[in-house]
């Protein structure tokens, strides 16, 4: 069954066994976030976590949503995890294009996804009450870290925000995942990158010398959550591959200033506008690499309205020093982007990204490097694909090497790479050549098969008991 929105998911997360209940007070300045962080350490990925009394709100708040294999399935209504490379290979299989980019945008675009497109609706759970005049501060958002915010304000940031925004010119959405910095009542500043595609958009606006509009939702289905936060291709709609990945439309409803589109089962929609070329100090945050961001200038978001859910819950994640809950939103993203890589790249055959390389700053590549033409050729090619631009550290094993087992691919490192031939630095990036070398004539440790059949089928009789 699809999870639709954050009280579905809740629902399922807790038939999994997998949900804690705080029930006495408990302060959204550090405290709130210190306990996410401290269970997400846990080596399961802890518990989901549900506040139901919040100091200095009236509402909830939820974390660690997404923080085990179990529950990041649950939010792709997935039995496990590792079926969403499959689902995703079936999916791009005989769609019209060439490259990984141009295959998504045949599946989101195209007359086979029409039934995938949200599904517009009159009435909606996140517009049954309005906070008036709007206050953000009477939400139960969290400081994370002692200096986040500093030196622009207290430190409160959204950070599980879908920010929705539009193209000036043929009004195509998007909708990405940027956190935002609560400045006061009704003010926020939206962290982008300049290549996003809500910086994109902001951009038209300020050329069109007009105000852009804004709408931030919290809560609504995971999938949504999930897809805002991939680097999909410019021109991929997030709602309708959030559709594809639930296998039926995201409901959605029309802001009624701006008739931006947003998630019908959101908790919580925030609207507002960014004057053309406005922009305020965003604060400190303490982020995924285990450091803080320095504070720096990004655009600022008057906020006009704010609607939500009756007993409405704020969903939040915390991020910082590995491993902690968006690792396992790292994990679900490899797992969907192997099969896209491998459309560009079919020497590619497995892909790992290490917990602490946070996200994209190490990658291990099981590869077939003659297939692909030879390592240069290779290299060239990895380099052009932006998920894998990033890396600040490759690591190239041969493909019968699995790239999830890191004592193999050191093994590997250590005996398979020349320091002075396969160490290549380019620019920020380090990429080790770690498979064998045409005239390596060693042969590899092997047991005698009728040998291992043999002590398997005793071990027992020897007096083990481990099941080996």
Excluded at 122 to 134: K, T
């Amino acid at each position: 069954m699809a999870i639709r929105d954050l009280r579905d998911f809740l629902r399922r997360i807790e038939e999994l066994g997998e949900l804690h209940r705080v029930t006495v007070e408990v302060d959204p300045i550090l405290e709130m976030a210190a306990i996410s962080a401290r269970v997400s350490k846990i080596d399961s990925g802890g518990p989901a976590l549900l506040f139901s009394r919040v100091k200095g709100s009236g509402f909830g708040a939820a974390a660690n949503l997404f923080g085990s294999k179990k529950r990041m399935a649950a939010a792709l209504s997935l039995a496990k995890l590792g079926q969403l490379s499959e689902i995703i290979g079936r999916l791009i299989e005989g769609v019209p294009g060439r490259t990984a980019a141009e295959k998504l945008s045949s599946l989101s675009s195209g007359s086979s996804a029409s039934r995938f497109r949200p599904q517009i609706q009159q009435n909606a759970p996140c517009q049954e009450l309005r906070i008036e005049p709007p206050d953000l501060t009477l939400l139960p958002i969290p400081k994370c870290w002692p200096s986040d915010g500093e030196p622009a304000h207290e430190g409160r940031f959204l950070t599980l925000p879908l920010v929705i925004t539009r193209d000036p010119a043929d009004a195509t959405q998007n909708c990405g995942m940027y956190r935002a910095a609560v400045l006061g009542p009704d003010r926020l500043a939206i962290h982008w990158s300049p290549e996003s595609g809500g910086a994109l958009h902001a951009e038209a606006w300020r050329l069109d010398g007009r105000p852009m509009p804004v709408a931030i939702a919290l809560g609504g289905p995971p999938a949504l959550a999930f897809a805002a936060m991939l680097p999909l291709p410019e021109g991929v709609d997030e709602f309708t591959f959030a559709g594809l990945l639930l296998g039926e439309p995201v409901a959605a409803v029309k802001c009624p200033a701006s008739d931006l589109l947003v998630p019908a089962g959101a908790e919580l929609v925030i609207e507002g506008f960014i004057e053309p070329g406005e922009s305020a100090a965003d604060g400190a945050f303490g982020n995924h690499t285990g450091y803080y961001n320095p504070s720096g200038f990004y655009p600022l978001v008057r906020v006009t309205a704010i609607t939500h859910r009756r007993e409405m819950i704020l969903p939040f994640t915390v991020v910082g020093r590995p491993p902690m809950e968006d690792c396992m939103l790292a994990e679900a993203a490899c797992r969907l982007l192997l099969p896209l890589l491998q459309q560009d790249l079919p020497a590619i055959r497995a892909l790992h990204r290490p917990i602490a390389g946070t996200f994209h700053g190490a990658t291990v590549l099981a590869v077939d490097k003659a297939a692909a033409g030879g390592r240069e050729t290779l290299l060239q090619q990895i380099r052009g694909i932006k998920w894998l631009a990033e890396a600040r550290l490759l690591v190239l094993v041969d493909e019968d090497q699995d790239p999830v087992d890191v004592g193999g691919v050191y093994w590997r490192m250590l005996n398979n790479t020349v320091w002075q031939d396969d160490l290549i630095i380019d620019g920020k990036r380090l990429t080790v050549d770690a498979t064998r070398k045409p005239g390596d004539s060693r042969v590899a440790l092997q047991g005698d098969p009728d040998t291992e059949c043999l002590v398997t089928m005793r071990w027992q009789e020897y007096g083990f008991n481990d099941g080996r």
